[in-house]
């Protein structure tokens, strides 16, 4: 093997063993922000169903719109999207965040 290729195996191996950081992008006074979130919300790809097991009913259930149907159901916390009966995404509510970090002095 040569060398570059076992150089890019060892270093996919040790980024690969690393924790996985979870992050939401969120707008604030219209300025795009990434903080971490643990809040546990559904993942990619489940069911309306699966969802609703896991979850429990929404808090708010948005009608469905456009083609391919969009959905969007409200939980404290988070919203679901989904197309058809599929999760496509799921984010955290700015409101469920913690503060940003404080700014670094210069």
């Known amino acids: 093997m040569q060398p570059r ?4 195996l060892l270093c996919g191996s040790v980024l690969a063993g690393s924790a996985t950081a979870i992050a939401d992008t ?11 979130s643990q809040l546990d919300r559904p ?3 489940i069911t309306m ?5 896991q979850f429990g009913a929404p808090v708010t259930r948005h009608p ?3 083609k391919p149907p969009i959905t ?3 939980y ?6 989904f197309e058809h ?16 970090a404080p700014a670094a002095s210069q």
């Open 5 to 8: 290729i076992i150089a890019a």
């Open 26 to 36: 969120v707008v604030v006074n219209e300025q795009v922000q990434v903080r971490d």
């Open 64 to 66: 469905t719109v456009g």
């Open 43 to 45: 993942k990619r790809g």
């Open 49 to 53: 169903g699966q969802v609703e097991k």
């Open 72 to 74: 969007r159901w409200d």
């Open 85 to 100: 009966d599929r999760v496509i995404d799921s984010v955290v509510l700015a409101d469920n965040l913690p503060p940003p």
């Open 76 to 81: 404290n916390g988070f919203a679901v999207v």
